[in-house]
């Protein structure tokens, strides 16, 4: 198992009593668990069932190949941005969009750090050579968002270069509109235990170990300063033309379907079915600032 030396206990306050949890304890106790799921605001119970969840899966598989048929007959584009804090499911949902598609002209882009040359370019330039030609349908995991949250939390960006990255990203993504680029931006909301919990399951689980990063560690102890960076975000980066869509995603099954609903729903592609698609949970998925207060 991958060793973390420098693995802090996380204070974690629930009805106005601050606790501590140490991560390295094999142990999830019983305060966190039986909160993961309703925190945060989510709204149900339970899980969405796994049967009912792949039945859906699959029908919205089959609409995103149809959408696939369609890009590539109208040289139609799209970009898909996926954010949240770190165990919020990006990846997840980004596996399940594309799974069947060709990857010929469906692509995931998930960027390492910048090199001293991209350092040294304007900032969008490394996202902008990603973009997708006709045909193509590109999944953003993290973005230029980046310099939203990561970077300003963990000290990788000037105060400066962020205020400047606040006024400058509206225009940007005018600019992607313009251009016809069908454009989608979604930010993964997860509780606060739901993401301890999942930290936990990668630092004890031997096939989920590689997802635990140092980043994540770092993270562990930051989760009100990556709050107000969220928030601060959307409120300045929300507009008509670049919506950000909220999704509830302490259940995952419920995330995954509703996110794929949403694109679906929103695209006029031949042989749509929108029986098949069904129709989006308002208590899953909503838009901007306003639905998380």
Not at 82 to 102: C, H, P, Q
Not at 238 to 247: D, F, G, N
Request: proline share 5%; aromatic share 12%; hydrophobic share 35%.
């Amino acid at each position: 198992m991958v060793t973390f030396p420098d693995i802090k206990p996380v204070e974690i306050e629930i009805g106005g009593k601050k606790r501590s949890f140490d991560i390295d304890d094999p142990k999830l106790p019983n305060w966190i668990d039986d909160k993961s799921l309703s925190s945060g605001g989510f709204p149900y119970e339970k899980k969405m069932n796994k049967d009912e969840y792949a039945a859906e899966l699959e029908k919205l598989q089959i609409e995103l190949v149809k959408v696939q048929y369609w890009l590539q007959a109208t040289g139609k584009r799209i970009i898909s941005v996926y954010e949240g804090r770190d165990a919020a499911g990006k990846g997840g949902l980004i596996f399940v969009t594309r799974a069947f598609l060709n990857p010929r002209s469906a692509r995931v882009v998930a960027l390492t750090k910048p090199t001293e040359a991209e350092q040294g370019q304007w900032y969008y330039q490394r996202y902008v050579s990603q973009f997708p030609t006709a045909g193509e349908f590109v999944l953003f995991d993290r973005s230029w968002y980046n310099r939203a949250g990561v970077e300003p939390v963990m000290g990788f960006c000037t105060p400066e270069q962020y205020e400047k990255f606040l006024i400058e990203t509206p225009d940007f993504e005018r600019m992607v509109i313009t251009d016809r680029i069908i454009f989608f931006k979604f930010w993964l909301d997860i509780g606060r235990e739901m993401q301890i919990k999942r930290f936990h399951d990668r630092r004890h689980d031997p096939l989920k170990t590689w997802k635990l990063s140092p980043m994540d560690i770092a993270a562990l102890n930051k989760w009100d300063d990556y709050t107000e960076k969220r928030d601060r975000m959307l409120e300045e980066t929300h507009r008509s033309w670049a919506p950000w869509t909220i999704v509830r995603a302490n259940d995952k099954r419920n995330a995954r379907i509703n996110a794929i609903r949403y694109i679906l729903q929103r695209l006029d592609y031949e042989g749509k079915d929108k029986k098949a698609i069904g129709e989006i949970d308002e208590r899953i998925i909503g838009a901007g600032p306003k639905f998380l207060k």
